[in-house]
């Protein structure tokens, strides 16, 4: 099921991104022409809402197809942008992301990894998967935008249902019936939700998580921690 149409890859620049980014996006736009059509790269510092609303409001100007948000600290290699790509679908899997991992000390069974595999819990927040398939294209609630592929569509709908023009897609605010906070990723899931279309992940789509020279986040990683506490 591969997808239809042609790719603009997307990321904020912080004013310096990590050598493992810059080499995955490289080889990206080196040996995958056949589906990347151009990049956007808006220039953000600490108002990531407002850059990445940028971003998407810069693709809607283009003819191209889809959009992958890319954040400028993840790793991965072309294979990870096949597996996506084949996984999407204009009408049944819109929205696919890929499986990465952020790092905490508060949320769940153990300090450490947490995969942006989130679900609802019915009062307003998210807990994540832990114990999520392999290797399968995943339902969710939610996910993050660090590695996300997104139909045009899905952002025109946004957009018309917001009625915000270039601000509708990325918000922050305040959880609802809980004492939390809704980071904008978060909130843009909720955005597509409310416009009708499903949110997936493809765990076999495998992204790593560049934390700081020789440290990254990866699967591999998440799974012996995750072991270690059974």
Known sequence: MAIKGRVTIAWLDPGMVTSDFAVSIADLCRLRTNKISGRIVVRSG??????????????????????????????????????????????????????CFG???????????????????????????????????????????????????VLEKIRTDAGLGRWSWFAE?????????????????????AAGFPIHVHTGCRIGHVKGINYTLTEDMYRILRGSMR
Not at 47 to 65: E, P, S, W, Y
Not at 114 to 140: E, H, I, M, S
């Open 46 to 99: 600490g108002a990531i809402c407002r850059g990445r609303n940028q971003t998407v409001d810069q693709f809607l100007a283009t003819k191209d197809d889809w959009l992958l948000l890319i954040d400028s600290d993840m790793v991965f290699d072309n294979a990870a942008f096949d597996i996506i790509c084949d996984a999407a679908h204009v009408d049944r899997a819109p929205v696919v992301g890929g499986l």
């Open 103 to 153: 790092q905490s000390g508060e949320v769940g069974p153990f300090a450490g990894l947490v995969p942006t595999v989130f679900d609802a819990d019915g009062n307003g927040g998210y807990l994540p998967r832990w114990d999520y398939p392999a290797g399968q294209l995943v339902k969710c609630d939610a996910t993050g935008a660090a590695f996300l592929l997104v139909h045009r569509s």
């Open 173 to 193: 605010h305040p959880a609802v019936g809980v004492d939390g906070w809704v980071g904008e990723d978060l909130t843009f899931c909720e955005r597509i939700k």
